[in-house]
């Protein structure tokens, strides 16, 4: 066994505290500390906060402190890069490696090439690596894909179909996707900017950028999935007519040719989670995934990511910089 | 565009020629020489050589002389690691990284470790990198189960499945899994070591080193493929009750307890080839794969794994260690 790898825990809202649960589990992390700015949680211990049941002799700070050396943050805030980047650059220059679940850090040199490139530029300054992952985006819907293209010759075009039951999610989420909503108030919803999963075009942006294609254009397209049916879920219930859920499409276009498409369906008319990748190019490729678990996977995937920072080079990196993720 | 890689194709045998052609085909590579012992190849033009139509100015010779700065030699010449180890430490010595399609290297700390460790020691003092690579092993029953448990809380338990459609390969391939043999001269091609797919115990290997899973034992079984009727390709005949391919499982053990099972059926009984993983633990998940083209994957992803050298530390090194393999 080696030394544990020390972990600091940024942000415990509901992700947070599902990695921070999964971090306390694990042999192979410690938690050194745990920030959060909510009054409610500072000067508790993290045990508790968690409902452990037992103490973890860690308590939540408002401010991170400096790292320990090889320390990683594990990052889970909010979505929004150009919001983020002062948690980052702190973070960083306060001496610790980074772990974010922030949708637009998976891939931002595409659609945040400026903020990305100044984040780049201070993580090297300071010796320290910056990642974005999560399942979706960085994992579903572009490591994934890319990974299914190491036996490629070629690939002329990739798409993704991702198909997520949200029946069985927690309520946020389903509400999240619009689902009982008339369709008029899920066109207001998208237009305040209440509806929409964050991160495709960045997965887009991620999958046509490893696989070298010059895509120039990446369009972003989201329309409700309208209920047939009456459908039921332990939170709300949909009558025929009303939305269902979000049907969201990321296409990426060299010129006027597609190159990638990246169709998301998340509603509670959808009865099974399933993944479907399709390469065209030399060979063809069909890949169907069931059982990507939504609400653990990007908890998950963030503490798994722990173990590939220590061999990664200091610089905003993405997913497929890193030595492979894996449990 | 940035510079070529300079590359080293070292073997030109069947699987050498194909990944000679893909590497000439390819803009972010630069061929700049090629051996092989083989008196009637050396002093020829290696487009020649392969037909290609043109010439590259690259003479085949059969030594491999001193490498470029950054080149990385793309060995491909047999499968034992015991019997490939000088030709590893001579092309370290010359300064080269070496990516290898020999199987016994993709992950050889289980099996070969006294060899594995001072291949590491060597590569580590000389600063370059070798790695192992292939479609199997190397990918669909090693790396591509662990990239799937990158969202994984939990692995108690990984199988693999893995079916090859051998009716439409090439007819060496049909040969060694003892198509149209009968099963007495099966076993005694097993005996003497003719017919055995080399690589899966070293896949169960990795998997369980991966997931830190602590295999102190792995199986290795080997029986026919029975035809129960009559099965014809372009090469040759299956009468019923003869051999129509090989049925190979691995499967390690933690003490009485079974972590990983590895299911490898090549025959000319196949209809379509597919990969299938099931993941048991937190979440179960189920991966299916068709399309993976036997005959060009392992030259492809030996091509495609060049670019994750350049950021490799020292050592001898496996896929799950590099930047993610992708085209």
Do not use: W
Request: net charge neutral.
């Amino acid at each position: 066994m080696t030394t544990p790898t020390p972990v600091l825990l940024f942000g415990l809202g509901p992700i947070g505290q599902r990695i921070a649960r999964l971090a306390a589990a694990r042999e192979d992390l410690r938690i050194v500390g745990a920030v959060d700015i909510a009054p409610a949680l500072t000067g508790r211990d993290l045990g508790e906060v968690l409902g452990l049941g037992r103490t973890l002799g860690v308590a939540v700070r408002a401010e991170p402190g400096a790292a320990p050396e090889g320390c990683v943050a594990l990052h889970a805030t909010g979505s929004s890069l150009e919001r983020m980047a002062p948690q980052f650059r702190a973070l960083l220059a306060a001496g610790y490696h980074v772990v974010s679940t922030c949708e637009e850090l998976a891939f931002p040199f595409f659609h945040h090439a400026r903020v990305a490139q100044a984040l780049d530029g201070h993580a090297r300054e300071v010796g320290r690596v910056l990642v974005g992952t999560g399942v979706n985006p960085g994992f579903a819907m572009d490591t994934l894909p890319l990974a299914l293209t190491a036996t490629s010759e070629r690939v002329d075009h990739v798409r993704v179909e991702r198909r997520v039951a949200a029946a069985s999610r927690r309520e946020p989420l389903q509400r999240k996707i619009g689902a009982s909503l008339t369709p008029e108030a899920f066109e207001e919803g998208v237009r305040a900017g209440r509806i929409r999963h964050v991160g495709l075009p960045e997965s887009a942006a991620a999958v046509a950028a490893g696989l070298g294609f010059r895509v120039d254009r990446i369009e972003d397209t989201i329309a409700p999935v309208i209920a047939t049916e009456r459908l039921t879920t332990q939170f709300l219930t949909v009558e025929p007519g009303q939305v269902a859920g979000v049907h969201q499409v990321a296409r990426g276009f060299e010129g006027a040719r597609e190159r990638v498409s990246l169709e998301l369906v998340m509603s509670v008319s959808v009865p099974a989670s399933v993944d479907r990748i399709l390469l065209k190019g030399e060979p063809d490729m069909a890949l169907t995934v069931e059982g990507i678990h939504g609400d653990t996977a990007t908890a998950s995937i963030t503490v798994n990511a722990v173990r590939s920072v220590a061999t990664a080079r200091p610089g905003l990196r993405t997913m497929a910089d890193l030595a492979l993720v894996h449990r």
